[in-house]
């Protein structure tokens, strides 16, 4: 069976506004199994954000492969696009602007169903009604606007309204980080439920990595458009390999999404380096508190270090 996601190669450049151009994603290669939930970590910049955005079809890549349930995204005209699109759906960060203030809520739970003529009517009612409820809303919510809810309620809209297609995939770019703390581990568990329940694959990309540990079976820790490490979660956070996944951690102020209180304890020494002209040999080597001659010069290879994936010349099991 294929893959529910398969990534492999992918790379993104924007435009430089002069000089080279940003290679905001330069070759990254994942995949993600039914039922899985896979994290995509890293600080704001890392590319993250870029790499969800092409799995949408949202952008095109300079190169690589993207297949959702085994079709290609890449290249995909919009007529194909829109076939592979009711097999993922994206939940984004701010729930205010993802939905149509003027709609009603049942009319943009309904919507995807509607427009590719899935159902209508009464059928279309009842269907809206049994998403709603299976999101923690009541059926009644249908004919409610967005400006009625809270925050976290119009979270639960924008996820019933992704369900509606039933999707093999489900994409969440900072699905929380707009909500207030109180109700993020409420939507981070009913994410984690419905991904069970459907037997979906998930993308969860987030900066949060207390909050990927919340909802991840795997974790891939992005720098400067790689990935640095891919390990599953419990040897991620117990034993990360890799000197970027280690200060990250360590700059985690608490491992619980819904007591955030304590400061950070060792924030991540120095600048990101501009992806326009990432530093030679390993990207990380500027900040890397274990750097040694042969990281300024020599990219290192992404290899097998025990459970864990690792791009490091110094990773040992
Ligand atoms: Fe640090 Fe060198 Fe490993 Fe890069 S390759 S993470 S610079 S030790
Ligand atoms: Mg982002």
């Given at each position: 069976?294929?893959?529910?996601?398969?990534?492999?190669?992918?790379?993104?450049?924007?435009?430089?506004?002069?000089?080279?151009p940003?290679?905001?994603?330069?070759g990254?290669?994942?995949?993600?199994?039914?039922?899985e939930?896979?994290g995509?970590?890293?600080?704001?910049?890392?590319?993250?954000?870029?790499?969800?955005n092409?799995?949408?079809?949202?952008?095109?890549?300079?190169?690589?492969?993207?297949?959702?349930?085994?079709?290609?995204?890449?290249?995909?005209?919009?007529?194909?696009?829109?076939?592979?699109?009711?097999?993922?759906?994206?939940?984004?960060q701010?729930?205010?602007?993802?939905?149509?203030?003027?709609?009603?809520?049942?009319?943009?739970?309904?919507?995807?169903?509607?427009?590719?003529?899935?159902?209508?009517?009464?059928a279309l009612?009842d269907?809206?009604?049994?998403?709603?409820?299976?999101?923690?809303?009541?059926?009644?919510?249908?004919?409610?606007?967005?400006?009625?809810?809270?925050?976290?309620?119009?979270?639960?809209?924008?996820?019933?309204?992704?369900?509606?297609?039933?999707?093999?995939?489900?994409?969440?770019?900072?699905?929380?980080?707009?909500?207030?703390?109180?109700?993020?581990?409420?939507?981070?568990?009913?994410?984690?439920?419905?991904?069970?329940?459907?037997?979906?694959a998930?993308?969860?990309?987030?900066?949060?990595?207390?909050?990927?540990?919340?909802?991840?079976?795997?974790v891939?820790?992005?720098?400067?458009?790689?990935?640095?490490?891919?390990?599953?979660?419990?040897?991620?956070?117990?034993?990360?390999?890799?000197?970027?996944?280690?200060?990250?951690?360590?700059?985690v102020?608490?491992?619980?999404?819904?007591?955030?209180?304590?400061?950070?304890?060792?924030?991540?020494?120095?600048?990101?380096?501009?992806?326009?002209?990432?530093?030679?040999?390993?990207?990380?080597?500027?900040?890397?508190?274990?750097?040694?001659?042969?990281?300024?010069?020599?990219e290192?290879?992404?290899?097998?270090v025990?459970?864990?994936?690792?791009?490091?010349?110094?990773?040992?099991?």
């Amino acid at each position: 069976a294929p893959q529910a996601l398969r990534v492999s190669d992918l790379a993104v450049h924007y435009a430089g506004r002069s000089g080279p151009p940003v290679r905001a994603v330069d070759g990254v290669s994942f995949s993600v199994a039914a039922g899985e939930t896979l994290g995509l970590v890293g600080e704001s910049g890392c590319g993250k954000s870029s790499v969800s955005n092409a799995v949408m079809g949202l952008l095109s890549p300079a190169r690589g492969s993207i297949q959702v349930a085994g079709q290609e995204v890449v290249g995909a005209d919009r007529g194909r696009l829109r076939e592979i699109r009711t097999q993922m759906q994206m939940v984004f960060q701010d729930p205010a602007t993802s939905l149509n203030p003027r709609m009603t809520v049942g009319a943009a739970v309904g919507e995807p169903l509607l427009v590719r003529g899935l159902a209508r009517g009464r059928a279309l009612r009842d269907r809206v009604a049994a998403l709603l409820t299976e999101v923690g809303l009541r059926p009644e919510h249908a004919d409610r606007y967005p400006h009625q809810f809270s925050g976290g309620q119009r979270q639960r809209v924008v996820i019933a309204r992704a369900l509606a297609l039933r999707p093999a995939l489900l994409v969440c770019d900072e699905p929380v980080s707009a909500l207030d703390v109180s109700v993020r581990a409420q939507i981070l568990n009913l994410l984690v439920e419905l991904q069970r329940t459907h037997h979906m694959a998930s993308l969860f990309v987030s900066h949060d990595l207390a909050v990927v540990r919340h909802v991840c079976d795997r974790v891939a820790v992005m720098y400067l458009g790689r990935l640095a490490e891919l390990a599953p979660r419990d040897a991620l956070y117990a034993a990360p390999r890799h000197p970027y996944t280690r200060a990250l951690l360590a700059s985690v102020p608490e491992p619980d999404p819904v007591r955030q209180r304590a400061k950070p304890r060792v924030p991540l020494a120095g600048e990101i380096p501009s992806p326009a002209r990432p530093p030679s040999g390993c990207r990380f080597h500027t900040r890397c508190p274990m750097a040694q001659e042969v990281c300024r010069v020599e990219e290192p290879v992404w290899r097998p270090v025990g459970e864990s994936m690792v791009a490091c010349h110094f990773a040992t099991a």
